[in-house]
């Protein structure tokens, strides 16, 4: 297991967990890459998507409510994410498996093999590159042989977006989000095994330019 036990907060801190949602809907054009995300997965009936790090649950809710006949499992390691994913949830009339872990256990929390399609969103910026390699890992382990995965995240920052991400680096840790804003997302995902990456889509926003990925598995 790679050193995830100190995990970064959906805000960088514990205090604005209950702000998550509404900094998001502000900050990152959610609205935008959320439904890019959505269209890109394309869900299925019968299908099993697994969201790792599901934060408070919005992208997960969403594609249950999109495809009711596909099975989704949220999986994250903070606790008090996962209770407002729960309430929401609810709110919404949809059922969702979800499961509180580290993203480079889910393969454990899952089983190896078996995810239609893997998807994260928002996640790996604000994690150590040691744990990023190990989520992506963990991601293709979950996965089976040619199944979807999708990653929606900041990337490569250029210009006036560069400038825009340092609100993002002052909250998730400079050393940690650096390593995506200089563009080596996509080199580290072909490392760990995810082939064919493709960046479908790049959006612009007050707080840097959020990347969609899509990629296979194997």
Request: one cysteine or more.
């Amino acid at each position: 297991m790679t050193p995830q036990a100190q995990y970064v907060p959906a805000l960088g801190r514990p205090e604005l967990t209950g702000l998550y949602d509404l900094v998001l809907s502000l900050v990152s054009r959610e609205r935008r890459w959320r439904a890019a995300l959505l269209s890109a997965l394309d869900p299925r009936d019968g299908e099993l998507i697994v969201d790792i790090g599901c934060g408070t649950g919005s992208q997960a809710i969403a594609i249950k409510k999109a495809r009711p006949g596909a099975r989704v499992i949220g999986i994250d390691p903070d606790p008090a994410v996962l209770a407002i994913a729960r309430a929401k949830a609810q709110r919404a009339g949809v059922e969702i498996d979800w499961r509180q872990g580290l993203g480079d256990q889910a393969d454990a929390l899952v089983g190896a093999g078996v995810a239609d399609a893997v998807i994260s969103s928002l996640v790996l910026h604000q994690c150590d590159v040691v744990v990023k390699d190990a989520i992506l890992r963990a991601m293709s382990r979950t996965a089976r042989p040619g199944a979807r995965v999708l990653i929606a995240d900041y990337s490569r920052q250029r210009g006036l977006m560069r400038l825009l991400f340092r609100m993002v680096q002052a909250f998730d840790g400079f050393e940690r989000t650096e390593f995506n804003a200089v563009g080596s997302l996509p080199g580290l995902m072909r490392t760990c095994g995810l082939t064919a990456v493709t960046e479908l889509d790049r959006i612009a926003t007050p707080t840097g330019s959020i990347s969609l990925y899509a990629t296979r598995n194997g």
